[in-house]
């Protein structure tokens, strides 16, 4: 038996010289990191932890975050260990994740219409469950510099929210929904695959099934 | 952004899965999933580069190697130069390992 390996998501590391992508059908080799100047790939796990779905690193610290289907790890690369183990719970399976610049936070997009929110200092279930959205969550995005998030899905929406966190550890996150941002699914187009946001500017970016990007302002 | 109008088009024949630009870099560089590889590359050259760049050190070590790093046997990943979009491609070797039910 052969399976597949093909590149789900690419990700890097936030100093621009470690690439990492995540292979959803690699068994034990869906995790791989890049190390540009050396030209070199590594697959820093000999365990299949079951599929992939998004991986990412964290902004500051050498920590790897790892989405499956049910869950989120988080590893230390210094000890080499498993730091923290995520469970998002309900019915439905990872679609992707997002880390805060802080680092201190996450955001999960589900396949049952769920966006969780992960405060990592407070615990390893949900800080929040937001549920607005009907179909599955297929992408989710932190603003690197506002304090806005945004989660797309193949009901055709890209939900724009705004996400306070405080550097008081005693003060939680405040999450506000901002706005609905309706595509042209009402047009016969399709859903919303992916949203990121502008790296300076509260403007976020959307791409449709029918192969539109979209880029709204505020 | 300003004018809406695409600039460049690179065809990977592969469905593309993922993209994102490098962060901290002196021009705009991508890394794109397609397929069972990975691609790095400059969208767009302005110039001379900056010195220390990653992209650039790393491109001309590839060029220096004729186009391939160094081997190893238990290499996961193939490095070479893609000339569609002048240059990383990663293509990620098959497993062996078949996913556990």
Partial sequence: MTPQV???TVSWHSRGVYLLTSCPG???????????PRRSSQCPFRKNRGTVRDAKFHPAKPFLFVATDRNIRVYNLTSQGLAK??????SGHVMGI?????????????ADGRAC????????????????????????????RYPLFATASDDGTCHVLHGMVYSDLMTNPLVVPLKALKGDREKGGGGVQSCCFHPQQPWVVTATDSGDVLMYCN | MGTGRCLKVWDLTDPVSSITFQPQSSGPVLAVAAGR???????FTYGSERDGDVMGSTLQAMHESDGLAQAS??????????????????SHKVSCVPPSP
Avoid: M, N
Avoid at chain 1, 98 to 110: C, E, P
């Fill in chain 2, 37 to 43: 590889t990975a691609y790095v590359f400059r969208a």
């Fill in chain 1, 6 to 8: 093909l590149v789900g």
């Fill in chain 2, 73 to 90: 046997p238990d290499q996961v990943c193939e490095w070479s130069l893609c000339s569609t979009t002048g240059g990383l491609k990663i």
């Fill in chain 1, 26 to 36: 690699g068994a034990s080799r869906s995790v791989v990191v890049h190390h540009l």
């Fill in chain 1, 98 to 110: 997002d880390v805060h610049s802080s680092g201190d936070h996450l955001i999960v997009g589900l």
């Fill in chain 1, 117 to 144: 929110w992960f405060d990592l200092d407070l615990s390893s279930t949900p800080y929040r469950s937001l549920r607005h959205h009907s179909l599955p969550v297929t992408g989710v995005a932190f603003h690197p």
């Fill in chain 1, 85 to 90: 183990k995520l469970q998002v719970g309900g």
